[in-house]
């Protein structure tokens, strides 16, 4: 108990902490405009024109626009930290404070190589302790299915991370093949350094984009286009259109006809995930447990065991990596691999109902063969883009 209440201790210091030094950030920020009204007062340079300029100024501005700038830079803050609900905004009665995320940092060694072995299986092993208590217990623990991380459901609960309608997706999922993705992994947006996510935080700025609100069809091809624009300076083209209308689909799996605001930002994490870093530099992102998958999703689709897949193969483990646990296959007690191949005969094969269309798979001397090294690089953006619980494809995969 000690050691819970020292890391809570902890934790709670730290954003004390940090509401002190935006506090004195914001003084900062008013203390030049006073002191220049001072200035202007002392020196008698000042006009009385300027002074009611000014003061008519002040006036338009109205009492609402400190309220609603206050409201902006929280949503704002939260982005930045990677915070989704705050503590103030639910009740506080028996809950844990949530974790101070701290954003990872690019190390001189990220854009080597990193040494991926395909023989050499990896083993996967669990924490023994609650990640949030850091107790054990005799009752079940929930382990991640990207990291090694376990919990309790009443500590997740308590933390404000499992409500009503996740708690059973959790309990029936977590000690499944397809697995539940803790709150660490479950948000892509976490993976940005500071740098990647003020460079992702100017984006939607310019973009016009409020943060915590769900998006139209109209309103993410609107970005997409701005977005274009701002890279190219030019309009994008009909391909690249049809391309973002499939992607916002693909977010939007219920066909609600918006897309949530979570899912839309990793969506754009991944992205901005491909554009700024090497692709060596994503395969270090990469757990133990996602490589293993991997590995199982390779051997199964090299039959003929010599190393290498086809090009057509490749492109079909970029679709395995999103075969998620839906809720209407929970009835059906249907036991999905979360990668692999699924067959044509599986109840699982197909989406809406609707059968995919054959495609006669071409030989190894017909198309171009990929290696182990170069199966991961072509599929690695699809495993990280697969980490979060949504049902959304939040990195839709090119036809």
Known sequence: MGVLMS???TVERVQKVSLAVSAFKDGLREQPSTRHRAEVGTSRRGTLEQEVQE?????????????????????????????????????????????????PKRELHDDEPPDISLEQREQILNDEMCEICEVWTAESLFPCRICH?????????RMGYLQKDSAVEVTETAHTETGWSCYYCDNLNLLLTEEEMYSLMETLRSCKIIP???????????YKHLVNKQQFEQPMAEAQEEQAA???????????????WQDFLSHESIQLLQKLRPQNALLRLLTPKERERARTAFLALDQDNDGFIGEGECRQARHTWFRKH??????????????????EGSPTSSRNGKSPEK??????EEEASI??????????????????????LHLQPLA
């Open 149 to 157: 991380r376990v919990y309790h459901d009443g500590c997740l609960r």
């Open 359 to 364: 495609i006669l798979p071409a030989t190894k």
């Open 7 to 9: 890391r809570r201790q």
């Open 55 to 103: 003061g008519e100024e002040e006036a338009s501005a109205g009492p609402s626009q400190p309220e609603e700038s206050s409201a902006s830079k929280a949503a704002w803050e939260r982005l930045r930290d990677g915070r989704g609900v705050e503590p103030e905004e639910f009740d506080r009665a028996n809950r844990f404070t949530p974790p101070a995320f701290i954003r």
């Open 326 to 343: 839906q809720k209407e296959m929970l009835s059906c007690n249907v036991s999905i691999s979360h990668v692999g191949p699924i067959s």
């Open 212 to 222: 915590g609100t769900c998006l139209t069809l109209d309103d993410f091809l609107h």
């Open 371 to 392: 290696d182990w090294p170069g199966f991961l690089r072509e599929n690695v953006a699809y495993i990280l883009a697969a980490r979060p619980n949504s049902a959304a």
């Open 246 to 260: 499939r992607q916002f689909n693909a977010l939007d799996p219920d066909k609600k006809g918006h897309i949530e």
